[in-house]
């Protein structure tokens, strides 16, 4: 076969074949074929599809006499069981070229590189698939196609929403629209990315072209679209993206308020507006709060607020020795109470991170005792329940699993706005100790629960942590969970180095208990990684690791490779 010329076959557009320039006849069977390739099809479904409206004899000897004219060109594939395909190696359609592009993206830690690939495939994906259908089978395969496209999509408006890439963004979302032209979802994304691209305009022209082509189709428009305004959409109150030249006067305003006003950007910086961007982007406010706080300014709540912020911003990189050092000169100052007890919640977590958890205990202890206000139960319950990760840590599991227990419940009883993501760790990390414990059913229920609520919210730093934690202890159940894996290693790689070396390893468990003949080899490179840090392994670690990781070889290849193989075996496992 590897002599064979390829044979190339469009079916998004016009449908056309070609050898090289030359062009190849594009008969029915071909078409069907071509549209399930690489899958093989059954003599039945092709006989069921191409010919439904005549006698069963008529349509098996139109068959015969369309394969055997097809077999003059190119070699079939005809198996055993009667089913009839077309050769990989030969053949090729774009379809399905599109589609293992998108599947390979989707194994791709690196966000940048997905995003690219994702982007190379938006002139396909914004193609409907045999747009004048006139038969079932084509109906079917356009419908798996945009279901195919759809999800690609959306992933990709995901990510340009994430980088800021609104236009990306926006063309994503109208693509899906040539899916779904009516679908409130994609609608809704197209209007709010088109307004941050500062389109809003053309949004609204569109969105009353489509209304008026409902009509006149005697087809259903969501109500909710009925009187969208941009400057009323929720997800568009920062209006459209600065062009470069209003940038370029922030910026100079900025640089002219620190050195003439520097209280001004300290209390901008310390207000309430600025808090989302320290947990939206912490990498790159970083620097913006660090220069704030080099000019000289009395002391003041909000200088107390912004320094807090980056021992914030850094604990959310996972950048604990960096947590360590700045909460050193910080509280040694004299700060409020409640500025304190969030930095010392941060530091804790730190120094447990970085096998000193004697001394994280003392400082979350110190932190509970710093509550105070309407909130003060909660917030010591918060700090109840860092503690007792770290007593999970320290290998405590019992204990570990009654105070998160109680904590919960008091949590179910006191809702607090804007505390999801903190209550979803409090679960997982139940859900962590239960699997630890080796009480399978109960830590599935728990992490189940977790990922579910972790991908309604888009809160991807907990699907990072515990989804890898969920593949493995639904390896222990029976159920295939190769996308959740595959997903979580993604995650975690996109948190810090650290969370990526644990998933992997948590991976490999999950090989192991399927008798995946790289279970072990995934187990030990992972060991190879963790031991290029001086921290001890803490109790959970030590189970996954009962050897320890002292004497693991070096790493034979950078971390991002060693992820993305993983993924590759993981992604094989399937999914229930």
Not at 131 to 145: G, I, K, N, R
Request: glycine content about 4%.
């Amino acid at each position: 076969m590897s002599g064979s010329p390829l044979l190339r076959i469009q079916l998004l557009g016009t449908p056309r074949a070609a050898i090289g320039s030359q062009s190849f006849p594009l008969s029915n069977v071909l078409l069907r074929l071509a549209a399930s390739h690489p899958q093989s099809v059954r003599r039945d479904q092709l006989l069921e599809s191409l010919y439904p409206e005549v006698d069963a004899t008529t349509a098996r000897n139109r068959l015969r006499v369309a394969l055997a004219r097809l077999r003059q060109r190119i070699e079939l594939v005809e198996a055993p069981d009667d089913r009839i395909g077309l050769f990989p190696e030969t053949v090729k359609a774009d379809i399905h070229d599109a589609r293992q592009a998108a599947h390979v993206a989707s194994l791709e830690p690196e966000v940048q590189s997905e995003l690219t690939t994702l982007r190379s495939l938006l002139p396909a994906f914004s193609q409907v698939l045999f747009p004048h259908a006139d038969s079932e089978w084509q109906l079917v395969a356009q419908t798996e196609w945009s279901e195919t496209a759809l999800l690609s999509l959306e992933r990709l408006a995901d990510l340009a929403e994430e980088t800021g890439d609104y236009s990306t963004a926006a063309a994503a979302s109208e693509a899906m629209l040539t899916h779904t032209p009516y679908g409130e979802l994609a609608w809704r994304r197209y209007l709010s990315a088109m307004s941050r691209a500062g389109r809003a305009q053309d949004a609204e022209l569109n969105l009353a072209a489509s209304r008026r082509r409902a009509r006149k189709e005697g087809v259903s428009f969501p109500d909710s679209l009925a009187e969208w305004i941009p400057s009323e959409d929720s997800t568009s109150l920062l209006g459209p993206d600065l062009t470069p030249g209003e940038n370029q006067v922030l910026e100079r305003f900025f640089r002219r308020a620190l050195v003439n006003d520097p209280e001004l950007v300290i209390h901008m910086l310390g207000s309430p507006s600025f808090r989302p961007e320290v947990m939206r982007a912490p990498r790159a406010v970083l620097p913006l709060l660090r220069e704030a706080l080099s000019f000289p300014t009395p002391p003041s709540q909000a200088r107390e607020r912004v320094q807090v912020r980056i021992i914030t911003a850094l604990s959310s990189l996972d950048d604990h020795e960096a947590v360590i050092q700045e909460s050193k000169t910080f509280l040694a100052q004299p700060i409020a109470p409640a500025r304190r007890r969030i930095a010392l919640m941060d530091t804790s977590f730190a120094l447990a991170m970085t096998g000193q958890l004697g001394l994280a205990i003392r400082q979350i202890e110190e932190a509970a005792s710093l509550v105070e206000g309407e909130w003060a139960e909660y917030d010591a319950t918060e700090c109840r329940a860092q503690r007792a990760t770290y007593l999970m840590l320290a290998g405590d599991l019992t204990v570990a699993e009654s105070e998160y227990r109680a904590c919960l419940k008091f949590f179910d009883q006191n809702s607090r706005e804007g505390t999801e993501p903190s209550l979803l760790s409090i679960r997982g990390n139940l859900g962590l100790c239960l699997a630890h414990r080796e009480q399978w059913a109960d830590a599935e229920e728990c992490l189940v629960s977790v990922s579910e609520a972790a991908r309604a919210l888009r809160i991807d730093r907990v699907k990072g942590i515990y989804l890898p934690v969920l593949g493995w202890v639904q390896s222990q159940t029976g159920v295939p969970a190769g996308a959740k894996l595959a997903e979580g290693l993604k995650m975690a790689f996109q948190i810090s180095p650290r969370r990526a070396i644990l998933a992997a390893a948590y991976a490999g468990l999950a090989l192991r208990s399927n008798s995946h003949s790289e279970g072990n080899q995934v187990i030990a490179e992972s060991a190879s990684f963790r031991a290029q840090s001086n921290v001890p392994l803490h109790a959970l670690e030590q189970s996954i690791w009962p050897d320890g990781v002292e004497g693991a070889a070096p790493p034979t290849r950078p971390l991002v490779d060693f992820v993305r193989s993983v993924i590759r075996v993981v992604a094989q496992l399937g999914e229930s």
